[in-house]
């Protein structure tokens, strides 16, 4: 008997997208990006959490290129005090004649912040800093999966960069066609129904 796992549509480059009865505060109507994905665990950061920090404070030397607004993102809870960046390549650009940069999934990258900025800004179209992560470990986020917690999509490069004041968690499932888009009119709080 072939067993599929519930996390088998999970790669580099998917979403996970809060389903409405995630209530969790770290993720509840959160987008996360899957950066990584293999037996011993997952990794990705969540793209619609901007903090009222700038890039400039924290990385001033990526202030400048990073994508409107200027804001550090909360990528998730885990290693809060470790910063992420992602880049999506202008189109045309070979990733991997670039130094300081690991393809994730198509034109998106995982950027070294260590790199010089001013020599990678010209070669890409936008780039998004994230502090901290999500993560799960072996089999953990096959069981949330399961349990009706995540709902697993396409990512799309652009949802890398998509402002703050886009309802990027509403705009993904949206487009998911039914019956998920319909889960796009949840009201943010089911008391005002």
Known sequence: MLIVRPDVDVEPGSLLVAAPSLTDSNFRRTVVYVIDHRDGGTLGVVLNRPSEVAVDDVLPAWGPHVTRPQAVY???????????????????EDMGSLEGVVGVHGPVALVDLDADPDALAPKVRGLRVFVGYAGWGEGQLAGEVSR??????????????????????????????????????????????
Not at 157 to 167: E, F
Request: aromatic letters at 4%; charged letters at 20%.
């Open 74 to 92: 909360i990528g998730g809870p885990v290693e809060q005090k470790t910063a992420l960046c992602l880049a999506a390549l202008r189109t045309g």
């Open 148 to 193: 009706g917690d995540w709902i697993v999509v396409k990512g799309l490069p652009d949802d890398v960069l998509t402002p703050p004041n886009v309802d990027l968690w509403g705009r993904v499932l949206r487009r998911q066609g039914l019956p998920n888009a319909l889960l796009a009119t949840y009201p943010t709080d089911i008391r005002r129904n």
